[in-house]
């Protein structure tokens, strides 16, 4: 029987959600042992001053077994 546990994290890139969510469970895996999935829960963009994206932001929610 495994118990897991889910922890939400926000994370955020210049380049695009893509790069948001790689670096975010990059992150994440360098905390929590065994990491097993990761769900987008929200996703939004920041503007600058010109109406141009400047940041990208994703939540998620990371799911990571504490026990086997």
Same mark, same amino acid.
């Given at each position: 029987?495994?118990?897991?546990r889910v922890t939400e994290i926000k994370s955020s890139s210049s380049k695009s959600f893509d790069d948001a #969510? +790689?670096?975010?469970? #990059? +992150?994440?895996?360098k905390t929590l042992k065994n990491v097993k999935s990761a769900w987008i829960q929200n996703q939004e963009v920041l503007l600058d001053d010109h109406?141009?994206?400047?940041e990208?932001?994703?939540q998620m929610?990371?799911?990571f077994v504490l026990t086997d």
């Open positions: 029987m495994s118990v897991a #969510v +790689r670096t975010g469970l #990059v +992150r994440a895996n109406g141009k994206i400047a990208y932001r994703v929610k990371v799911t």
